[in-house]
């Protein structure tokens, strides 16, 4: 398997390369080529393995250049009991319809983990091979600063500067990353928003010059080592969510996944998964106010709004006005024509719009793709409903999933929705919605008295360059 660029300026090259490299060298994002395609008889010959095990055989379609049994012990490090929980991935009922799938039972509890702790083995297997170092230069709302920081830590090999927006994270968040102190690294706090973070990020990305001199890489969600080890679990929720069946109902059987949606790298591995065979009936995105993208799933219209009119959340990890990973949706909304994404792209470049109005109606029927939104108000009555009602407590991320997933049930479709992250993480409005006062597990509660380990840096490209100069891995 090759990768190509959505903007058909890139030579195709191997998976192991595209875990390097943050954009595409002509400033697009790297895509698979040709989208594997699994049988139902492949998927239901599966049911009875680990989920190491099923990440194994789903990610050497992507990884056709790692050697399987290389591959097989990389997924067997990054997906153990005892960095997660016993299954790795639950799934729990709140309702007769509705199921949480549980991808936040590793080290960071939220679900960034299990596509950094992949991303994690993955960049260490091929950093050693190659004898090249990298120094990966990420922005994040939150959790996969953590997700990086702690598959990373103590890596040979790598280094991780993290830009997160000050002020703009929970406590529990700003602990977890500016409490590391080991030597490979590096927390920046930047005076903006997500966006800017992003921004930064993608302009030094974009600085070719700069980034073959520092060996500059990123771990941030438009990777494509995160977004196919993100593929794994929709099958492998499909797989548990018909474990009751019988043979012959296994063979119609559909779900549905609501994903709480920010950068659109999560949904975007459900319709890989879904584009690959995994019997998904619909892929419910579900925005919080930050709703870019409700707005283009509902309307064709795509308007991203600038990062100063982006809301402040109670779930912050959502609050995001230009979904990067957007791009490799709509390269396949346009036939996979690297011309009319590039055409579509100057749309939005001189109007600030792109309209794909007229698309709007394969959203649903070709991707299977419908939308929502959900608000502080919706997040709190949600996380109270499902406590009172089946007493499982969610976090607030989760939340906005419930409640727009309660929207789109269907008759006889089981829904699931994405457990994004622990009600832990978020204490302030579980209490709010519940009244319960939740404890951090022991080996977590004590972060928050450790001294943190943080660079406040104005939003300022120059100053971020000198900081990543200074400081890079050299080879
Ligand atoms: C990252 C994150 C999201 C959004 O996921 P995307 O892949 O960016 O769409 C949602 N919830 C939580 C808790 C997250 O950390």
């Known amino acids: 398997m090759e990768y190509i660029s959505t903007r058909g300026g890139m030579t195709p090259a191997p998976f192991s390369a ?93 679900f960034k983990d299990m596509a950094m702790q992949f991303l994690g083995q993955s960049l260490e297997y091929v950093l050693r091979k190659t004898g090249r170092t990298l120094n990966i230069v990420g922005a994040t709302s939150g959790d996969t600063g953590s997700a990086a920081e702690y598959a990373l830590r103590g890596k040979e090999g790598v280094s991780v500067f993290m830009l997160s927006p000050q002020g703009r994270m929970s406590d529990f968040q700003r602990a977890q990353m500016y409490s590391l102190d080991d030597a490979n690294i590096h927390n920046i706090a930047v005076d903006g928003v997500f966006d800017d973070c992003q921004n930064l990020v993608k302009s030094i990305a974009g600085d070719l010059e700069f980034k073959r001199e520092y060996s500059i890489g990123a771990v941030n969600s438009i990777n494509l080592g995160r977004i196919s080890a993100q593929v794994v679990y929709y099958f492998w929720a499909w797989l548990r969510a018909s474990d009751a069946l019988d043979a012959e109902a296994r063979q119609t059987f ?158 006889g479709v089981p829904m699931l929705v994405l457990e994004t992250a622990k009600p832990e993480k978020f204490p302030d409005i579980v209490f709010e919605a519940t009244g319960e006062r939740l404890a951090l597990p022991a080996h977590l509660a004590g972060l928050l008295e450790l001294p943190q380990h943080v660079t406040e840096m104005a939003d300022d490209e120059a100053t971020l360059r000198e900081f990543v100069a200074k400081r890079a891995l050299r080879a």
């Open 18 to 110: 595209t875990l390097l490299e943050g954009l595409a060298t002509d400033g697009g994002l790297a895509v698979p080529e040709t989208m594997p395609e699994i049988t139902r008889e492949r998927i239901e010959s599966w049911r009875s393995l680990s989920y190491a095990e099923l990440a194994t055989e789903i990610l050497s379609f992507f990884a056709t250049d790692i050697p399987g049994p290389e591959l097989a012990a990389m997924c067997e490090r990054a997906y153990r009991e005892e960095s997660f929980s016993p299954g790795i991935v639950p799934l729990t009922p709140i309702s007769e319809e509705i199921s949480l799938v549980g991808l936040s039972e590793g080290p960071t509890l939220a």
């Open 254 to 411: 559909k779900v549905s996944v609501t994903v709480p949606s920010g950068n659109f790298g999560n949904i975007l591995a459900g319709h890989f998964a879904r584009e690959m065979g995994a019997p998904i009936r619909r892929l419910v995105l579900a925005a919080n106010e930050n709703n870019v993208l409700d707005d283009f799933f509902r309307t064709g219209i795509y308007a991203p709004r600038a990062a100063a009119e982006t809301h402040a959340t109670s779930s912050p990890s959502m609050d995001i006005s230009k979904a990067s990973n957007l791009e490799r949706f709509i390269f396949d909304l346009l036939g996979r024509d690297p011309e009319r994404l590039n055409a579509a792209w100057r749309e939005l470049d001189e109007t600030g719009k792109l309209d794909l109005s007229e698309e709007l109606p394969r959203f649903t029927s070709e991707f299977g793709i419908q939308s929502g939104t959900s608000t502080h108000a919706d997040r709190v009555a949600t996380i109270r409903s499902v406590h009172a009602e089946s007493g499982v407590t969610i976090d607030p991320h989760t939340a906005d999933g419930v409640k727009v997933a309660r929207e789109h049930v269907e008759p």
